[in-house]
T-cell receptor, first 116, second 113 residues
Framework: GAGVSQSPSNKVTEKGKDVELRCDPISGHTALYWYRQSLGQGLEFLIYFQGNSAPDKSGLPSDRFSAERTGGSVSTLTIQRTQQEDSAVYLC??????????????FGNGTRLTVT | AQTVTQSQPEMSVQEAETVTLSCTYDTSESDYYLFWYKQPPSRQMILVIRQEAYKQQNATENRFSVNFQKAAKSFSLKISDSQLGDAAMYFCAYRRGAQKLVFGQGTRLTINP
């Protein structure tokens, strides 16, 4: 079946511009996560959705970052006034049951964002 | 806050040999899950193996097995009969309940033919 889909796969933007990154989770998955991975680094948690609500936004690095999820499905991560330090791969993951310890996260291929 | 530490930034192994990747974590909880994910150059994170903290038996998945030492808070991954396709970044991760997965910094594994 279809996996987690992210678009665009690559995005180059100028410093100061806004960008939107999209994530289509696996159908029926109620939990959705956004992570950021800087070059050669581990994954940094950004935000977690359960349905349309976001019980954990603790990882968003600044108020320039926001995310929404509509209809319990597609999610958009928006970065306003991008800075060079925002350059990274942004990974989205979904899981069938957010409240289950055992639910594995299924990841997309990520969006590589480059801010010039 | 929970932390996960992978002390080996890079490892290499000869094809067909066995390699062990180390992972330690810090938590005050008694019930949680541990995972190993693989990230090839395609960037996609692929689940390799998972372990429930309440189970004493170490998880195995074909050539992959773990050595889970709960008291020591250690969770190493052993790859037997290494294959060229095993080359990737490997991430150890911790999760409790619906909370986020907390990842280590990763170990880059190279397989020498």
């Amino acid at each position: 079946g279809a996996g987690v889909s992210q678009s665009p796969s690559n995005k180059v933007t100028e410093k100061g511009k806004d960008v939107e990154l999209r994530c289509d989770p696996i159908s029926g998955h109620t939990a959705l996560y956004w992570y950021r991975q800087s070059l050669g680094q581990g994954l940094e948690f950004l935000i977690y959705f359960q349905g349309n609500s976001a019980p954990d936004k603790s990882g968003l690095p600044s108020d320039r970052f926001s995310a929404e999820r509509t209809g319990g499905s597609v999610s958009t991560l928006t970065i306003q006034r991008t800075q060079q330090e925002d350059s990274a791969v942004y990974l989205c993951a979904s899981s069938p049951q957010g409240s289950s310890y055992n639910s594995p996260l299924h990841f997309g291929n990520g969006t590589r964002l480059t801010v010039t | 806050a929970q932390t996960v530490t992978q002390s080996q930034p890079e490892m290499s192994v000869q094809e067909a040999e066995t390699v062990t990747l180390s992972c330690t974590y810090d938590t005050s909880e008694s019930d949680y899950y541990l995972f190993w994910y693989k990230q090839p150059p395609s960037r996609q994170m692929i689940l390799v193996i998972r372990q429930e903290a309440y189970k004493q038996q170490n998880a195995t998945e074909n050539r992959f097995s773990v050595n889970f030492q709960k008291a020591a808070k250690s969770f190493s991954l052993k790859i037997s009969d290494s294959q060229l396709g095993d080359a990737a970044m490997y991430f150890c991760a911790y999760r409790r309940g619906a909370q986020k997965l907390v990842f280590g910094q990763g170990t880059r594994l190279t397989i020498n033919p």
